[in-house]
């Protein structure tokens, strides 16, 4: 079983709303990641997280804040969001974030999110 | 720079054979992977290779070749369902993938 969930799968808020993305995975990965990806474009990485910590942030605007309650969840939560914020936003996992043989990243379905 | 080449579009005929190229510059390198993604879905993960050779998965095989910083995508007896963009990725010394843009594959009957 290679399932990522995530919830929701469409979500459209304004600018002053707060928001939260989440995704789930029962495959016992240790490394679940945060990516963003507009129409045409590959995905673009924003935070990995490994053994629940959090050991990458690609610079991502404090707008965004991402939060691993266990190892099974990873949540995304949405403030003060801008109109240029509107993209699929998928949610990764693979068994760890470093050495590990393939260490292939399963992706869920996606948030496709849209800022008005 | 860290960079990855693949065409942008190709169109192919129903049961015919493609193959999609990708070239990388990267620094580092740990293993190379395929995706496929249909418009407005995930990436699905569709193969790896680390070492030099050919991973050969059903209709779909994978070419690496490490000295020369390439890898291509076969894709045999191709269906209308094989109408999708091919994601390269190339997993850098750091362990981060770096992506390629995408080869948007059009089938036609």
């Known amino acids: 079983d290679t399932e990522v969930t995530q919830t929701p799968k469409h979500l459209v808020m304004g600018m002053t709303n707060k928001k939260s993305l989440k995704c789930e995975q029962h495959m016992g990965h240790r490394a679940m990641y945060w990516y963003k990806q507009k129409a045409k474009k590959p995905p673009e990485l924003m935070f990995v997280?490994?053994?629940?910590?959090?050991?990458i942030n690609e610079s991502v605007p404090s707008r965004f804040s991402p939060e691993c309650p266990n190892s099974s969840l990873l949540n995304l939560h949405l403030h003060a969001l801008q109109p240029e914020d509107s993209a699929l936003y998928l949610c990764?996992?693979?068994?760890?974030?470093?050495?590990?043989?393939?260490?292939?990243?399963?992706f869920g379905p996606g948030t496709r999110l849209t800022v008005l | 720079g860290q960079n990855i080449d693949q065409p942008t579009e190709m169109t192919a005929t129903e049961g015919a054979i493609v193959q999609i190229n990708c070239t990388y510059q990267t620094s580092g390198f740990n293993g190379l992977f395929w995706y496929q993604q249909h418009a407005g879905e995930a990436p699905t993960f569709l193969s790896y290779?680390?070492l030099d050779g050919l991973e050969e998965k059903g209709r779909f095989s994978s070419f690496l070749s490490r000295s020369k910083g390439y890898s291509y995508l076969l894709l045999k007896e191709l269906q209308m369902k094989d109408s999708a963009s091919y994601l390269c990725?190339?997993?850098?010394?750091?362990?981060?993938?770096?992506w390629g843009a995408g080869t948007k594959l059009i089938i036609k009957p």
């Open positions: 990764a996992s693979s068994q760890t974030s470093g050495w590990g043989g393939t260490d292939t990243q399963y």
């Open positions: 290779n680390v």
């Open positions: 997280y490994s053994y629940e910590k959090l050991s």
């Open positions: 990725a190339v997993r850098d010394s750091n362990y981060q993938l770096i």
